[in-house]
T-cell receptor
Framework: AQTVTQSQPEMSVQEAETVTLSCTYD???????LFWYKQPPSRQMILVIR??????QNATENRFSVNFQKAAKSFSLKISDSQLGDAAMYFC????????????FGAGTILRVKS | DTGVSQNPRHKITKRGQNVTFRCDPI?????LYWYRQTLGQGPEFLTY????????KSRLLSDRFSAERPKGSFSTLEIQRTEQGDSAMYLC??????????????FGDGTRLSIL
């Protein structure tokens, strides 16, 4: 079974600075997807960024980028120019290419942004 | 695209009662997923449907839980004889999966269940 580990329960960043959230996963599959989801307090979970395992190029979405290291099974999220609205719980998630498409989530990292 | 809609937003009930939640997915999405999220944890998969067929159920889904998706549109999740441990946020998500499309899951706001 696949597992996802987020080793940082909580992180803080100063507004306009850069922060990196860590995620490692365990799988025996070669084809899969990785995601970062953002969940603001009492609000809907929103997709931040997605990475296909077969792509070597790291995904980027505006201020959000990932460092995908397939051999190391590592998938970190970098947030540049942090904004107050980035404060939320961030979840790393894994999805198999072939088996049901269910998401396997990590425990999450709370990101606090200081003004 | 009106997003995934879940009702009710909050449900408070006494232990032993039955509860039912509803999820309306994004209209063209053929897959619908249920997850459970306890405080401070990531969501855990419960079950999913492709159209009206329930294709996978987690071991977390005990006999007291049942989910349906009649006609492949909205879905309901029923919990019978609720227990304290059922207190959680129940999240619904939907996606469009096909031969040429494999989109990410879009989540609803969730239904928060509190058992007294």
């Amino acid at each position: 079974a696949q597992t996802v580990t987020q080793s940082q329960p909580e992180m803080s960043v100063q507004e306009a600075e850069t922060v990196t959230l860590s995620c490692t996963y365990d799988t025996s599959e070669s084809d899969y997807y990785l995601f970062w989801y953002k969940q603001p307090p009492s609000r809907q979970m929103i997709l931040v960024i997605r990475q296909e395992a077969y792509k070597q190029q790291n995904a980027t979405e505006n201020r959000f980028s990932v460092n995908f290291q397939k051999a190391a099974k590592s998938f970190s999220l970098k947030i540049s120019d942090s904004q107050l609205g980035d404060a939320a719980m961030y979840f790393c998630a894994y999805r198999s290419e072939w088996y049901g498409n269910k998401l396997v989530f990590g425990a999450g990292t709370i990101l606090r942004v200081k003004s | 695209d009106t997003g995934v809609s879940q009702n009710p937003r909050h449900k408070i009930t006494k232990r032993g009662q039955n509860v039912t939640f509803r999820c309306d997915p994004i209209s063209e999405h053929n897959r619908l997923y249920w997850y459970r999220q306890t405080l401070g944890q990531g969501p855990e998969f419960l079950t999913y449907f492709q159209n009206e067929a329930q294709l996978e159920k987690s071991r977390l889904l005990s006999d007291r839980f049942s989910a349906e998706r009649p006609k492949g549109s909205f879905s309901t999740l029923e919990i019978q004889r609720t227990e304290q441990g059922d207190s959680a946020m129940y999240l619904c998500a939907s996606s469009l999966v096909g031969a040429v499309s494999n989109q990410p899951q879009h989540f609803g706001d969730g239904t928060r269940l509190s058992i007294l």
